[in-house]
């Protein structure tokens, strides 16, 4: 009887261990676990867990887009229509005046003449005779072409003319020939009132009665021996209102 004690004894002993034992081989869970892991020293590896590392967040850094500054608007400057030019045309060239020519040209030039000295009677607006002798002595005395035509040149010289002045300036009334010039100016205390068209001898040869002769005009000064007035028939022609000063030379028309 003792022995079977002992035996179970030793039984139950082994029981437990072999209980213990296989407490701490299981895989149980829950409590029995928990019981079993208290006091025991495992006997597996222990299990390290391999530390996360978090890939840093990197946020893309936000460019604000830059302010865009808009110009100011700057308004074209009004236009200003360029003014219109009008070009008027030229007016005409004045007309040539000559013997025939007639109107309010002729009229003007009639005048201008008379304020210059120059024998015109009468502004009638004819250009006859005596206007065209003017013309030629206006011509002499500011030694232009002696066409008695009234063209671009000698209308230039009408506005700007040559003032003859006599030789003598003596008192009272006397006349001067200007055999250069082919003019006579008719003088009056030391003034010339009046410029006359002449035409002196041309120094040619001549037959009068027979007898040959030269044009000459006799120089110097002279008194007025006789005149006539009205025409006269000379050997040389008509005369008109000749005044003889020596011998047969006398100043006529």
Request: with cysteine; proline share 8%.
């Amino acid at each position: 009887m003792t022995r079977t004690r002992q035996g179970a004894a030793a039984v139950v002993s082994f029981g437990l261990v072999a209980a213990l034992v296989l407490g701490a081989c299981s895989t149980g869970g829950g409590d029995d676990r928990g019981q079993a892991a208290e006091g025991v020293t495992s006997t597996r590896p222990p299990t390290t867990a391999a530390p996360t590392t978090a890939a840093p967040t990197t946020e893309a850094p936000t460019t604000e887009a830059p302010t865009t500054t808009v110009a100011p608007t700057t308004s074209a400057p009004p236009t200003t229509a360029a003014p219109t030019t009008t070009t008027k045309p030229k007016p005409a060239a004045p007309a040539k005046l000559q013997s025939g020519s007639e109107g309010a040209q002729v009229k003007a030039l009639q005048h201008r003449l008379h304020e210059l000295g120059y024998q015109v009677q009468a502004a009638d607006g004819q250009f006859g005779p005596e206007t065209h002798h003017s013309v030629v002595a206006f011509q002499k005395v500011n030694h232009l072409g002696r066409d008695g035509v009234v063209g671009p040149i000698t209308r230039k010289a009408l506005e700007r003319p040559r003032v003859p002045k006599p030789r003598s300036s003596k008192a009272g009334f006397h006349v001067e020939a200007d055999l250069t010039l082919q003019v006579v100016y008719m003088v009056k205390d030391g003034k010339i009132q009046e410029i006359l068209d002449a035409s002196s001898a041309s120094g040619q040869n001549y037959t009068v009665d027979g007898d040959v002769r030269t044009a000459v005009t006799p120089q110097g000064s002279f008194v007025i021996q006789r005149k006539i007035d009205a025409w006269r028939r000379s050997k040389l022609g008509l005369l008109y209102r000749p005044a003889y000063f020596t011998g047969g030379y006398a100043l006529h028309g």
